[in-house]
């Protein structure tokens, strides 16, 4: 994943993270939140939104300091300013929404050991100039909130019946219980991630052909 | 192996350079998590109040105002910050003409998933508890949940039992919570069928708190029984 040029555009950059390497859909990467807090689309966009903001931040700021952190203590630093925004984002979201704090629990804590985060510091923040670095980041927390999106709006619409908490089938609807359980989480990330197999198989097939 | 390979030379780790880098990077991440820290404690703090508040309203519609209170063995004492060891915090309701409604406090304990909390109505003139609502829970939707909205288990709090012992340093009968159909007494619980660890908890953070806090309360209950009879 660190394969990407330096001259790369920077659209180019921002396009790795959205589609080309969804972090979800394609890396396979935060599977963790990805589960266990999309139950619905708003807490889903939530927590996309709460990454994105600790990837941007955090990337900028390690790309910034690159040349003055030793190779030996890298890691160490990073997680010390991973952590930093993890902490500032958990302040901002109790002063904004205190019901999405709520429901999103100890999930916001545990950003600071998503591997998105701490790769993308270590294979491209480490290595680009902060631009680059932050457009980075940039596409893979869009990529990684369209991801999340895509699990809690399924995951809501078929085990609630609603969207944005607003109901879509009326009262005769009975809802799919199973689809905010557990179990659920896996049903929809295997569909999708079977959707984009047959995506990429089937661009694969046009470009032989 | 040949002697023609070169000699790779590892240059020096300046060990001065990794503990400046090391105290300047968390230098500047705790400036700038107490700035953040400063800037949103408010928001925070008047979230939590706004949440609070809304939560007793629910449970006491004739509250006019909501004073928050610290029951120790030092007495009664008005809540600010955290409570203090041994402390438990209650919110005293008054009506329009500053006289106590009744008291609301929070119980918790584990469910099926994580804690269940509870925000429960006690009035001294019943010594029951007359209605609860729940202010935490994770437990399975379409099961656990039922706490929430099962109006017979919802029933099982109209008036429940928590009478002191004549000294007052206890519940008279431990409130539990029961079987589905087998409730005799005015303290027990009849739990949600199929929902048995989540009704069993919400027994227990009730009768866990009430246990701690009655004993603390009923005996100072006069001096707060007028709003600003604290202060």
Aim: proline fraction near 5%; glycine fraction near 10%.
């Amino acid at each position: 994943m660190s394969s990407q040029p330096l001259q790369a555009s920077n659209m180019e950059q921002l396009l790795e993270g959205i589609w080309k390497q969804n972090p979800v859909f394609v890396m396979a990467l935060g599977m963790c939140p990805a589960l266990a807090v999309t139950v619905s689309a708003f807490n889903a966009l939530g927590m996309g939104l709460a990454t994105t903001f600790v990837l941007i931040c955090s990337c900028t700021l390690i790309s910034m300091l690159r040349r003055f952190i030793p190779r030996e203590v890298r890691i160490a630093t990073y997680i010390v300013i991973i952590a930093t925004f993890v902490t500032l984002v958990d302040y901002i979201i109790q002063a904004v929404s205190l019901a999405l704090y709520e429901a999103l629990g100890a999930f916001i804590q545990l950003i600071v050991v998503n591997c998105i985060i701490l790769g993308r510091a270590e294979a491209h923040a480490a290595k680009n100039p902060p631009l680059s670095a932050m457009v980075n980041a940039l596409g893979m927390g869009i990529g990684f909130t369209i991801g999340l999106f895509a699990l809690g709006s399924v995951r809501e619409i078929l085990g609630a019946g609603k969207l944005f908490g607003l109901s879509l089938f009326g009262e005769h609807f009975q809802p799919w219980v199973v689809m905010v359980l557990p179990p659920g989480g896996f049903f929809v990330l295997g569909l999708w991630l079977l959707f984009f197999a047959w995506l990429a198989k089937r661009k694969e097939a046009q470009h032989g052909a | 192996m040949n002697g023609e390979q070169p000699i790779h030379v590892v240059p020096p780790v300046n060990s001065l350079r990794m503990v400046r880098t090391l105290m300047l990077v968390t230098s500047l991440c705790g400036g700038l998590i107490v700035a953040v820290w400063q800037l949103t404690q408010p928001a925070i703090a008047a979230n939590k109040k706004v949440v609070l508040e809304r939560s007793v309203r629910a449970l006491i519609p004739n509250a006019a105002q909501i004073v928050e209170y610290d029951a120790s063995t030092r007495g009664v004492t008005p809540g600010k910050g955290d409570p203090a060891d041994g402390a438990v915090r209650f919110y005293a309701a008054y009506d329009r003409h500053g006289q106590l409604e009744a008291i609301a406090a929070e119980g918790a304990a584990r469910g099926y998933t994580d804690t269940v909390r509870v925000l429960y109505g006690y009035r001294r003139a019943c010594e029951c508890i007359f209605g609860i609502r729940v202010t935490q829970m994770k437990e399975t939707p379409g099961i656990g949940d039922k706490i929430i909205t099962d109006p017979v288990f919802l029933k099982n709090f109209e008036s429940l039992d928590v009478s002191l012992t004549p000294d007052m340093r206890s519940l008279f009968n431990t409130v539990k919570t029961v079987k589905h159909g087998t409730k005799q007494f005015g303290w027990e619980i009849d739990a949600i069928a199929g929902a048995t660890i989540t009704s069993k908890a919400v027994g227990r953070g009730i009768n866990d708190s009430a246990q701690r806090l009655l004993p603390l309360l009923v005996p100072n209950l006069e001096a707060i029984s007028q709003k600003g009879g604290m202060q």
